[in-house]
Structures are given as C-alpha cells and as structure tokens.
C-alpha cells in the first residue's frame, strides 16, 4: 500500500484541522492575513531545517518509501512533511484562538 503509510495521515490531518474550523471551531483564522504571514515565518524555518533532516544525499531522518507519495519539495523534503506541519500549526493556533474566544479575550 505504497503512500498510505505516512501520506494518508497526513491528509487526513490537514481535513480534520479544517474541518474543525469550518465546522465547530469557527475562529475565522483563515481570514486573517497574520495567520497566513504566520505560516510563512513557519515555512522560512521548516524548509532549511527539514531540508537538512531529510536530504537524500546524506539523510539524518529517514522514511520507508512505501509510506510517502516520492514527492518532494525543497531539498528533498517529503511533501507529506509540510501537510503534517500545516495541521500541527493550525490546530495549535486555532485551539488557542478558541479558547480566547471562550474566556472573552480579545486576540
């Protein structure tokens, strides 16, 4: 079951994050421009430091093959690295947007 091992998680991660806003959370976060400018900064880290991790030349982190697509982005980063890294991020910001919003805070 070549991609189901690592990609199928990841999809369904990005779903479920935005499914729970959409849905229950309704924090309107993907309206916001300092949400996106925050998944930028997040990118500017990740790429260099993911880059690095998983290079094939000489890869400190190392996947099976069967469990990713084979796609991959900068520096031989695993696209299912950046759905995994969207749903980690977005589900803390949104948690955290939600919560203000249950203690009346303004954020």
């Known amino acids: 079951m070549t991609g189901l091992g690592y990609t199928l998680p990841a999809v369904l991660s ?3 994050v ?6 229950v959370l309704r924090t ?5 421009p300092a949400y996106w400018l925050s998944m930028l900064i997040v990118l500017g880290f990740q790429i ?18 069967d469990g990713l697509t084979g796609v991959r982005v900068p520096w031989d980063i695993p696209i299912e ?6 749903s ?3 589900a803390t910001l949104l ?12 954020s």
């Open 28 to 32: 309107g976060l993907f309206r916001r």
């Open 18 to 23: 935005c499914t729970a806003e959409v849905v």
């Open 95 to 106: 948690l955290w947007q939600w919560q203000a919003g249950r203690n009346g805070e303004r």
């Open 81 to 86: 690295d950046f759905l995994y890294g969207f």
């Open 14 to 16: 990005v779903a479920v």
């Open 48 to 65: 260099p430091v993911d880059g690095w991790l998983t290079k094939l030349s000489a890869p400190i982190v190392r996947y099976s093959p």
């Open 88 to 90: 980690l991020v977005t």
